[in-house]
């Protein structure tokens, strides 16, 4: 009878109570019925924290298996704790509920949900949130607003231009607060805090288009994370998770024939007709300094209104695809958008049934193709 | 208490590496209370105590007022515990949601007034429409720690030496009687709370505290302001003579071993033996010097041979 | 209220539970997703209460920056709809409120691994919906099971409930009519450890049975955090399987 909390309590008096169980009633709809604490589940329970228990002693939650904060992961010294972990001498236990995960000596524990982190490299879309001394400050969904200095950015007149204190003064005629932007994380701070650039043509403000958020974890880090879809639409997938869609323009196709970066400025130049009329000059420096203001231009150009409902409708279905919690890929967003085809109405695809069934579609799909 | 005073790092590793030697900065025990002073003023209900530094007027007060509409037979009781910047420069004029204030006073209120220890029955002159309506204001004079301990006490003296004016009611007619014509009549008082604080302090780190067995936290009874300043816990408990818990507060802080702190209550009751028992010796000592001259002047006296 | 049997001589209380039983306990997590980075609802008895936490978080204001740890911010809203008779005010700045918040923040202050994020905000905002006794328990197991929706790291659960002596019998997990007829205990416990971090008494009760009302508290708190975790572990299991099938 004696019950299991008190197990390896040197209290007397402690103990003789708490030999009581406690009774618990967990569903309403299957009547008032009791649930007696089940003892011998809860006994290995404790002694997984408490006790060296055989089997769970010296082995490891396997990789992917579920913890949650407080649990014994391993108590095996030779692990290195990684994130999500806390230790106590030879005891690593979780500090959060999520999957084991192992590389290496290094044990960590991934959460299921958090979050956005930085890393060197990321491609992220980021709100300025604030303007400051010759930085701006940039929510991208982390833990801290990242930094963009004055000195990471393109300026009109080409990269070669040195920074003056006129352009400190007019930062926010280039980014002002509210502004979108995608950049790419240049390096991290002590503290996790990320430090972003623009220094390349396909990066900067973004206009002509509309913004969703996804959760991160569903945009995995790859080489390319914008692409052109059909309908002339080009979607940036940020790896903090938010995602930019917007009609194609002549950098993205650009972009997209030569993804080799050397080769952006120089594919861009045939292409730039329309930043730069009259100009055709091969020179990437000549072309650095005739970037001119409009890459930090307000004014959407025109859009005309099937455009915009194509637009919507992407939006839509990445929506739907995050809401089956399904990873986004180039393919996946396409094969999505055929599969909304069948639903005439584009605020209809927003509906919990028809997201449902287009994620199913989007699985189905895959499937039959890994099969064949 | 204070928020705005800050201990360097170097001083606290000081410090906490002096506890953990078993060592306090001013030489007492961990389970040792400050001396505590009380005086009384002329008039009744008048009390300052002291506990170290720290120092706490209190000043009780009456007035003829209406009871509440549902509780008719009842009179009203108020304790107001407002900081002023005379304490310390760490609290702020005219603003008490401070967090420790809040719980100071949320503390006194559940200590004394929710726990009945004061007669309010007693306070109805005409049930409905007349009641006395008791007043006890907690005026903090200097702090050095233990804010919540001394106000208890404060506030318990000057409930147990207040007198309030006799009054005499016929029919829908009420007569108070000034205490110069009538002797005045003490309130009715029916336990003595007694909060005693510890201050728990995490000699190690986070992780031993939480997964370890060893339950080798510091536990300080009466901490100092700085003591208080530093501490990673606390747990206030009041308790009476007759055994009884009247109040627990521990409000978060460092997560303590439910033995160590049944244990905390056993030593509260020590204490609070012992301070209810000086409360009532003061208490005592002041009545016999007031008579001392009452005898004298009585005429009752001479009546009575 | 006097003509009510609290608890009758068969053992069965107003409710028709027993002296040891707990009230129905449910919970989800993830319940608002896009108003939050974590999120509860949970039900125990008639309490009902939402809990959002947003963060780790840049500061709102800067003066509220702490360099070397976050800083948690925990504001609990009682609607004015959660108990029967509908009420006047707002609750916002009643002491009792600040308290509770207050209190809130000190539990959770020494849980959460404020280290691990300097400076950021965390922010819980806690709505009551419904209340039925015990209230403050209640709170810390919504507050628990956000927090680790929100993937903040914590050393442990902290699991709440609230315990009456009745004569001499404890009784755990008070509803709104066993509270007001007998003084009540509510304890916040430490995961599966016998560690307090939240201890509060608010009426008289004998030294002497303080004990036995702690341990059956503490063995009241063991079980709700079972549950929670069996709550947990079933969403993550969800959510892994929908993962793996999808990418």
Known sequence: MSSCQTCKDPSKVLQSIMSIDVLSVTKRQEGFQFVNEVESESDSDVEMTNNDEKPESNTIANDGTIVTPGELVTDDPVWMRGHGTYFLENQTYASVAGTVSRVNRLLSVIPLRGRYTPETGDHVIGRIAEVGNRRWKVDIGAKQHAVLMLGSVNLPGGVLRRKSESDELQMRSFLKEGDLLNAEVQSLFQDGSASLHTRSLKYGKLRNGTFLQVPSPLVVRSKKHTHNLPGNVTVILGVNGFVWLRKTSEIDTANNTSSVAGRNAAALSGASGEYKPGSNSVSITRLEEESSWEIYSDKNDPISESMKRTITRYSNVIKALAHCEIGLTEARVVAAYEASMTFSHVGSLIERENMESIGQDVINAEKMRGNS | MAKDIEISTSESKFLIEALRQGLRPDLRKFEEIRDVGITFGKDYGDVTVTMGKTKVHCRISCSIAQPYEDRPFEGLFYISTETSPMAGAQFENGNNTGEDEVLCSRIIEKAVRRSGALDVEGLCIVAGSKCWAVRADVHFLDCDGGFIDVSCIAVMCGLLHFRKPDVTVSGEQVTIHPVEEREPVPLGVLHIPICVTFSFFNPEDAEENIKGESNNEICLIDATLKEELLRDGTLTVTLNKNREVVQVSKAGGLPMDALTLMDCCHKAFKITEKLTDKITEVLKKDIESRNQHSAMLSSENARVS | ?247
């Open chain 3, 1 to 247: 209220m006097s003509r009510l049997e609290i608890y009758s001589p068969e053992g069965l209380r107003v409710d028709g539970r027993r002296w040891n039983e707990l009230r129905r306990l449910e919970c989800s997590i993830n319940t608002h997703a896009n108003a939050s980075d974590g999120s509860s609802y949970l039900e125990q008895g008639n309490n009902k209460i939402i809990t959002l936490v947003n963060g780790p978080q840049e500061p709102k204001l800067r003066s509220q920056t702490n360099v070397t740890k976050a800083v948690l911010s925990i504001a609990v809203n009682i609607t004015r709809f959660s108990k029967t008779e509908r009420s006047k005010s707002s609750h916002r700045n009643e002491r009792r409120v600040l308290e509770m918040q207050t209190a809130l923040a000190r539990t959770f202050e020494k849980n959460i691994l404020l280290h691990l994020y300097p400076r950021t905000q965390i922010d819980i905002q806690i709505h009551v919906l419904q209340q039925d006794g015990g209230l403050m328990g209640s709170l810390i197991n919504g507050i628990t099971l956000a927090l680790i929706d929100a993937g903040i790291a914590i050393y442990d659960y902290i699991s709440g409930v609230s315990i009456g002596l009745y004569d001499t019998t404890p009784l755990l997990d008070l509803n709104t009519v066993e509270e007001s007829a007998m003084s009540s205990v509510t304890l916040g416990v430490m995961g599966r450890s016998e560690k307090l971090s939240l201890l509060l008494v608010e009426d008289k009760l004998p030294l002497d049975t303080m004990e036995s009302v702690l341990a059956i508290g503490i063995a009241g708190s063991h079980r709700i955090r079972e549950l929670m975790d069996k709550e947990l572990r079933k969403h993550g299991e969800k959510r892994l399987a929908n993962i793996s099938s999808n990418q």
